[in-house]
């Protein structure tokens, strides 16, 4: 009996997709942890103008600062995201967005800042200082953030509390799947990986779109909807195929395979597990109480401070090492519901010890990018060890 639709928003501070539980026996059915109707709405962030604090650009100026521009607005979006998801699946304590979202956006701010007002300085023109527009706040739910509008080349910059609706998501109908074959059971988690990717990828582009609209009235179908209804198809292929090469009956996954738009600031289904991400909130997998269902790694989300913006490139690698980490031990502990091996205490041996091992590297890595860039190194061990949904 096929679900109804599910919503989850979905940001991409490093592009992370999460696996899914396979329930083997009685069928894989998804359904997303966010779900609930009570939610409350997304806030947004609440960034200062620059373009109408800034004095007139010079012509030579003109593309470098407006490529920044772009970038603030650009930046702002990917926020806004992380918010929207914050917003549906809850995670990490009551600093959080202060210190995952807010923090880091204010460091990539500086940074832009400062390559603003370097454009001004190597046209010669008076180098303007902006630091007072690098710190950002929250709007209430359901406030747009103000951006930052185009300009023409050389003249003195204009009002800009141009504001934008909220960005919309991609609304995928979750393939229903009937029960699983063991030696099919890594493919399929693949391909749901994949189908949660291209969601994650499809999300991003809308949000750019939202924040830099682009193309005519038929660009998000033919430039974004129907590209993913072309790759989503071929990942749903390549699940039939899994189920083929063991012997079992194909399934036919054709009609899952298109997809619609959510309303601005809603979610969108995923093919995910409960596991919290790390720079991408997982979605999770209710279950459907089958005997046999697999258990997913519970780990808790690391409370980063404000990152430098030389060590954010390594810190976000280390965010996906951690989120990849999930991935794999979730894919172990699906094979273990399968196919059981091992006595009491082979999960936590062979999978929460060696998850532990790996999750403490990543986060001694993280704190070395904060060392190595003359920042104070944040003590992350408490992140380290994973429990069991």
Do not use: H, W, Y
């Amino acid at each position: 009996m096929a679900r109804p639709m599910r919503k989850n928003a979905v940001l991409k501070l490093g592009g992370v997709g999460a696996l899914a539980v396979l329930l083997l026996g009685g069928g894989l059915q998804l359904a997303s942890a966010g779900e609930n109707t009570g939610s409350t709405a997304a806030q947004t962030v609440n960034c200062p103008t620059v373009r109408d604090k800034l004095p007139a650009i010079p012509a030579s100026a003109a593309a470098g600062v407006e490529r920044e521009l772009a970038n603030l607005d650009e930046e702002i979006a990917r926020q806004n995201e992380r918010l929207a998801k914050q917003a549906a699946n809850p995670q990490g304590g009551a600093n959080f967005i202060n210190n995952a979202i807010l923090g880091p956006l204010k460091s990539k701010r500086v940074a832009v800042l400062d390559r603003i007002e370097i454009n001004f300085n190597r046209a010669g023109a008076q180098r303007p200082n902006l630091d007072s527009l690098a710190t950002c706040g929250l709007n209430a739910p359901g406030v747009a953030s103000a951006l930052n509008s185009s300009v023409k080349a050389g003249n003195a910059a204009t009002g800009g509390n141009n504001t934008t609706a909220a960005a919309q998501t991609v609304n995928c109908p979750t393939p229903q799947i009937p029960a699983v074959p063991a030696q099919a059971a890594a493919n399929v988690q693949a391909e749901l990986a994949n189908l949660d990717k291209q969601i994650s990828e499809a999300n991003a582009r809308l949000a750019q779109q939202a924040a830099n609209p682009q193309g005519g009235a038929n660009f998000i179908n033919n430039a974004i909807l129907g590209p993913l209804k072309d790759k989503r198809q071929a990942a749903l292929d390549r699940i039939e195929i899994a189920f083929n090469r063991v012997g079992a009956q194909r399934p036919n996954l054709d009609a899952f395979a298109a997809c619609g738009l959510n309303g601005a600031g809603a979610g969108n289904a995923g093919n995910g597990n409960a596991g919290a991400g790390n720079g991408n909130a997982g979605n999770g997998n209710a279950g459907n109480g089958n005997a046999g269902a697999a258990r997913t790694v519970n780990c808790p989300t690391p409370q980063i401070p404000a990152v430098p913006a030389q060590a954010a490139a390594n810190v976000q690698a280390e965010l996906a090492n951690l989120d990849k980490q999930i991935s794999e031990a979730n894919a172990r502990l699906a094979q273990q519901a399968a196919n059981p091996q091992g006595g009491a205490n082979f999960i936590n041996n062979a999978i929460l010890g060696p998850l532990k091992d790996k999750r403490q590297a990543a986060l001694d890595r993280i704190e070395i990018a904060f060392n190595r860039v003359g920042a104070q190194r944040p003590n992350l061990d408490n992140f380290a060890a994973c429990g069991l949904n």
